[in-house]
Nanobody
Framework: QVQLVESGGGLVQPGGSLRLSCAASGSLLSIDVMGWYRQAPGEQRESVAGITRGGSITYADSVKGRFTISRDFAKNTVYLQMNSLKPEDTAVYYC???????????WGQGTQVTVSS
């Protein structure tokens, strides 16, 4: 029903920046929350940032002040601007869309972010 495709990952040095994009297609009218998750090697997947249709935003404590989530409804795209990147930010980043009506989560394929010297 919903397909998500992430892009923008890559290799960056500590202190650098990346901007991730998540392009959505399919039946999107039921989507209530859009967000980003990440999963580091040997770690559980964790929520990084989320934004509702109304614009309410939440961030994980570990990224507050460094990451910014935004959306462009016209383009069906969600972004994650990542600044002041740290090695501990290294992970596969996944886009997520959640539908309250259908109690359904939709996931992208993930994009690798590696922060290393």
């Amino acid at each position: 029903q919903v397909q998500l495709v992430e892009s923008g990952g890559g290799l960056v040095q500590p202190g650098g920046s990346l901007r991730l994009s998540c392009a959505a297609s399919g039946s999107l009218l039921s989507i209530d929350v859009m967000g980003w998750y990440r999963q580091a090697p040997g770690e559980q997947r964790e929520s990084v940032a989320g934004i509702t249709r109304g614009g309410s935003i939440t961030y994980a404590d570990s990224v507050k002040g460094r990451f910014t989530i935004s959306r462009d409804f016209a383009k069906n795209t969600v972004y994650l601007q990542m600044n002041s990147l740290k090695p501990e930010d290294t992970a596969v980043y996944y886009c997520n869309h959640h539908s309250n009506r259908y109690r359904q989560d939709y996931w992208g394929q993930g994009t690798q972010v590696t922060v290393s010297s």
